[in-house]
């Protein structure tokens, strides 16, 4: 592997099982949310994203929530399978100096149990 | 959305030396981004580069270390000047596409420096 996820928080779940994984962002002001999904030896992979002017968004077997008063951002996976196995990150808009721009969260890595 | 094609996909190079990393994009974009992950952590974002200007470096990184080329709207560069082990790194670049596929990125450069 290439060590993404090796130090950061792990979340181990059950197959079958749903997931959800947590994030705090931390401009208030931002008004544009991802989640990403990145695999060992790739590049992030757009998972689901929401506008602030929004509270839930569901997708395909999974759901983000944004919670903007404690700034606050979950991703909810239904029924984990092990191709779900991957470090999940939160991402936010925030535009800086006129310039849009990405900033990622910490990252948590989801491990899927047989 | 836009796919990425980065290169090379990994490097290993001595110390004092310099790697020029080249990311080409299928389609048009005003936007390209170059992001550092060190191992097992988040990624960070080192700078943005919109072409016929020059990039914006997040606080932390210089254009003198992390010199960027943008020659035009598919093309973008980000070199990694005298180097030394602690830039050993992924360096991925990343575009705005446009349409709800949030940004998107390529699969990365693995450098280690020895």
């Known amino acids: 592997g290439e060590n993404v996820g090796l130090h950061l928080p792990t979340l181990s779940v059950q197959e079958g099982d749903n997931s959800i994984i947590n994030c705090a962002y931390s401009n208030s002001a931002s008004d544009y949310f991802i989640w990403y999904k990145q695999e060992s030896g790739k590049g992030p992979q757009f998972i689901i994203d929401?506008?602030?002017?929004?509270d839930k968004r569901q997708g395909q077997r999974v759901t983000v929530l944004l919670n903007k008063t404690v700034k606050h951002l979950s991703l909810q996976i239904a029924a984990t399978q092990p191709g779900d196995s991957a470090v999940y990150f939160c991402a936010e808009n925030t535009e800086m100096n006129r310039d849009d721009k990405i900033i990622f969260g910490k990252g948590t890595r989801l491990h899927i149990l047989p | 959305s836009a796919v990425i094609s980065q290169k090379p996909s990994r490097d290993i190079c001595q110390r004092g030396t310099s790697l020029t990393i080249q990311c080409q994009v299928d389609s048009q974009v005003t936007m390209m981004f170059w992001y550092r992950q060190q191992p097992g952590q988040s990624l960070t974002l080192i700078a943005t580069?919109?072409?016929?200007?020059?990039?914006?470096?997040e606080s932390g990184f210089v254009i003198d270390k992390f010199p960027i080329s943008r020659p035009n709207l598919t093309f973008s560069t980000l070199t990694v000047s005298n180097m030394s082990p602690e830039d050993s790194s992924i360096y991925l670049c990343s575009v705005e596409p446009g349409g709800s596929y949030g940004y998107t990125f390529g699969s990365g450069t693995r450098l280690t420096v020895v």
């Open positions: 580069a919109n072409q016929g200007s020059e990039a914006t470096y």
């Open positions: 929401i506008r602030s002017n929004m």
